[in-house]
């Protein structure tokens, strides 16, 4: 009796001592955590929308930059991020933000599109875990600079965009998938195909 | 005998290890070096190493939840009730690891980027918990600490070994710079692939014993 109110008593201790490390840990990371995560999203949002940004622009420029050329907008449940330089009139791009579920979990990024809402200016992917080197490549240059030009509808005009494997890319809403990565290549096509059907919705 | 590992172990000065840590540095990091001796923790060290970079900071990684679970375990040996070792162990170690694994998510967004999941999964890493069943256990806690240093480290520079070769038969770089041509040199998308892994660690672990030659069946 007294040997398990001992052990209790132990187990009791030391998962309280480890809990309030960890507690103690994640409350002194927060802020930092949050600030990556505010300013990636930012550099992010600015990176696709190709807004001119200095090389050493620190987390504080970035959100400056950002507050001075590009409006948020909620239609809906969609957010949409138009950059608008200073001193022009229109709008030269917009943001959408998209998300779904990977392989081991979320993945979110930012779909954006040229004036005419129908090219793709850019695609990024700013949070995902999907193992490195094969689904996590959706994050590398090669993969994403492929989006950039190609069309939201396909020739006869129907929404949607295709991540193949065969060798025929040339299709104007066609990109090259991942090897290795095809659980994650459908996830990503399946989501931006949501994205894609959702913003067109928006449009009419 | 006795005498010559007392001194081999002079440079801690004051025998806080009982004269046993220079043998027990040896044996962590070489003769029983636990991936390319025991072959334990193959997942991550499979899983991380496309990136050299990425293989370096798992190795650091993995060295100081070692140590410090190594170092808590030893110093609680005497007080933990043997029925729940394990789950006191688990503790600790998990502790160490969301540690290192926020201080990453906080000062090295990119990096924690990368390694995703894994960091997480040192938790269930059996080099850690082997450890400290086999040896943290039964060991005071600078010997612990020295035993942790040399398994962690015999586990990083392993998983540098083959960071290092996947990334640059792979890619053709090394820490990002390119130093094998794309003139004449194709990138071997194989190397960074599951398989490529498996591969460099077979080939890691027939060198490993090809260089201790038969000296593991005599010690047993």
């Known amino acids: ?204 | 005998m006795a005498q010559n590992r007392q001194s081999a172990c002079l440079p801690c000065g004051k025998g806080l290890c009982g004269g046993k840590g220079l043998l027990t540095l040896k044996d962590g990091a070489w003769t029983n070096n636990p991936l390319a001796i025991q072959v334990l923790g193959i997942c991550s060290a499979l899983a991380v190493t496309n990136r050299l970079e990425n293989s370096l900071v798992m190795g650091a990684a993995l060295i100081f939840v070692c140590v410090g679970s190594n170092l808590f375990v030893s110093l609680l040996r005497k007080y933990t009730p043997h029925r729940i070792r394990m789950i006191a162990e688990v503790a600790i170690i998990a502790t160490f690891v969301i540690l290192f694994d926020q201080f990453l998510k906080a000062f090295y967004w990119d990096m924690s980027k990368q390694l995703g999941p894994y960091v997480g999964l040192i938790i269930t890493n059996c080099i850690v918990m082997g450890r400290a069943e086999a040896f943290a256990l039964q060991n005071p806690p600078v010997l612990s600490i020295v035993d942790g240093l040399a398994n962690g480290f015999g586990y990083a520079v392993i998983l540098a070994i083959i960071g290092f070769f996947r990334e640059l038969l792979g890619t053709g770089k090394v820490m990002g710079y390119t130093m094998l041509d794309g003139q004449w040199y194709t990138p071997n998308q194989l190397m960074i692939l599951a398989p490529g892994a498996f591969f460099a660690l077979g080939v890691i672990i027939a060198i490993f014993n090809w260089l201790k030659g038969p000296e593991v069946e005599e010690n047993k």
């Open chain 1, 1 to 204: 009796m007294k040997n398990n109110i001992y052990t209790l008593c132990y187990a009791g201790i030391l998962g309280a001592v480890c809990a309030f490390l960890l507690t103690a840990t994640a409350q002194f990371t927060y802020p930092y955590k949050q600030a990556n995560a505010s300013a990636e999203k930012v550099s992010n949002i600015l990176a696709i929308l190709k807004v001119p940004v200095e090389a050493d622009a620190d987390s504080r420029r970035l959100i400056e930059i950002f507050k001075t050329n590009v409006f948020e907008e909620e239609k809906g449940d969609l957010m949409i991020y138009s950059y608008r330089p200073a001193g022009q009139a229109g709008v030269e791009a917009v943001a959408f933000p998209f998300s779904g579920p990977g392989l081991w979990g979320p993945i979110k990024g930012f779909l954006a599109l040229e004036s005419d809402l129908k090219t793709i200016r850019g695609i990024s992917f700013y949070e995902q875990e999907e193992t490195p080197g094969l689904g996590g490549e959706i994050g590398s240059d090669w993969f994403q600079s492929q989006f950039a030009g190609k069309s939201i509808v396909n020739q006869s005009g129907k929404a949607g965009i295709t991540i193949t494997k065969s060798r025929d890319k040339a299709g104007q809403n066609q990109v090259d998938a991942i090897t290795g990565a095809t659980m994650t290549c459908d996830k990503v096509e399946d989501m931006l195909n949501n994205a894609i059907k959702t913003i067109v919705e928006k449009q009419d």
